[in-house]
Nanobody, 120 residues
């Protein structure tokens, strides 16, 4: 299994920014960010699909930017203009193939999750 380690979470006031990073233990082409708020389902936030395209959840309204430094095995998530509803546990997911980037069942490997809290 590929080991994924997330970093960069924390607490920030609404309107602020955070940058999450996820480093994999080996080169892996498909990586994505998910999040889970208390009492809610885990949802796809942003990620790369098998064609190398970046994808985002529609609800983000362009506030987040995902980037992949493939040879450093690191996926970043720049989160700007954060809102309290962005709070939750953010997970990194990865696999060598993914048919639908937003389907959590497509990913074999997951990080432990990192907390993001946005307060108003």
């Amino acid at each position: 299994a590929v080991r994924l380690v997330e970093s960069g979470g924390g607490s920030v006031q609404a309107g602020g920014s955070l940058r999450l990073s996820c480093t994999a233990s080996e080169l892996i082409p498909i990586m994505a960010w998910y999040r889970q708020a208390p009492g809610k389902e885990r949802e796809g936030v942003a990620g790369y699909d098998h064609d190398g395209r970046r994808n985002y959840a529609d609800s983000l309204e362009g506030r987040f930017t995902v980037s992949l430094d493939y040879y450093k095995k690191t996926l970043h998530l720049q989160m700007d203009n954060l809102k309290p509803e962005d709070s939750g546990l953010y997970y990194c997911a990865a696999d060598f193939w993914c048919g639908d980037w937003v389907d959590a069942a497509e990913y074999k490997d997951w990080g432990q999750g990192i907390e993001v809290t946005v307060y108003s």
